[in-house]
Each structure stands twice: as C-alpha cells, then as structure tokens.
C-alpha cells in the first residue's frame, strides 16, 4: 500500500472510495435512499473544488494495482466555535481494507502535514453511532464536544474528539 498527495487525477477514485465507504459506513445510520442515489459526478466536482484549497492537505491510499483505497484530508478547524487549530475534516477506507492497521498509517501522514501548519491541537468529528469513533479512541481521542447536524434530512448526533497537543496522536501510531 502507498501513501501519497492526492492530485485532480485522483477525483475519479476518490469519489468512488467516498460513495461506497458511505455506503458500508452509513448503512442503517443515513436513509438508503440518500446512500443509493449519491452521485459520482457530483463528488468528483467536490474534491476537484477540494483539492484547490491551499490551506487544506489531502492523502489518498493506494493498492499494489495503482486503485485508490482510501483517503484523508485535514487543514485548519473549520468553524472557529472552539479553542482548536487543526482538524481531520475525513478519513475513508473501502471496506474490504479496513482494520489492517491503513488508518494509523494514513493519519500519520495527514497529522505530519497538519504539523508543518503549526497547528497544535486537534479535532476531528464523528457521527455518534458510527462504529469507527473506536478508531479515534485506539488513537488517543478524547470527547470534547458534541451537537446535532441535520443530515439527509435527518438530525443526528457528532461528537468531536479532541487531542490538547496534536503531537500526542503520534504516541498512538
Ligand atoms: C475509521 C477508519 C479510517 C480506521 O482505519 P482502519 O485502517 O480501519 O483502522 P486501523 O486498522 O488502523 O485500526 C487501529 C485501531 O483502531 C480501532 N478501530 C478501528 N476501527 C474500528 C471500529 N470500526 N470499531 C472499533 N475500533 C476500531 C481498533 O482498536 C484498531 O486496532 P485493532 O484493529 O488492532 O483492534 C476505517 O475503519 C474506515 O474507513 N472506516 C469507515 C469510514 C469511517 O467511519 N470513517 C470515519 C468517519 S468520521
């Protein structure tokens, strides 16, 4: 597996690691008719207009084949409502290459760039009911905040986990 910078040439994969890693993750959490009727196109749109943020970083993972398995972007925290600089706006994985230890590996990398940001603390969000918020507590995460988003249509719970020193992630690595 390979860890690199994502480019516009990547959209394409990314957007279908993005929809079916939806599609596994969210299952029984989001409505199905929001999961099936997410749309290449318009994701591809998105992390083209994403990657053209200059404060923003973006990874993507790929496999022995060249196929991109998964992402992770971070960057500044997005909404100045905390104390926090730096945060993991999402990290995604095919299902088929979760829990081999890719996670760690690809928040390394996305925490080394927010690093070299000088940020110093960090943030990421979760929603409530996904079972992954285990990752960001194997990671050394702490619930710091909570509120309620409106998503699909529905409200639902995230919880943010925080770390004081961003550095302390690493430990965890
Ligand atoms: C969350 C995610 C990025 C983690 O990456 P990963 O490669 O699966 O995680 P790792 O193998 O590095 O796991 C490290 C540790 O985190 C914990 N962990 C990871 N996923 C977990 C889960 N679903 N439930 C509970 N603990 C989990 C475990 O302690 C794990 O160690 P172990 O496998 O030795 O027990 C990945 O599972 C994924 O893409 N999940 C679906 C998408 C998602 O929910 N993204 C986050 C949205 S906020």
Redesign the pocket.
Known sequence: MKIRIATEEDVNGMANVHIN?WKT?YKGILPDQYLSSMNLETKKKNWLRNLKMLHNVTFIAENANGEII?FAAGGPEQTNDWPIQGEVY????LKEY???????KMIKAVIHELMKMEHKNLI???LKD???C??YR??GGQVIAEKTVKMAGIELIEVGFGWEDIKDVLLYL
Request: hydrophobic share 40%; aromatic share 16%; no cysteine.
């Open positions: 890693s993750t998964g999402a990290i995604y994985f979760q829990r081999q230890g890719l996670g760690r990421i969000w979760a996904n079972p992954s285990g990752f194997a990671i």
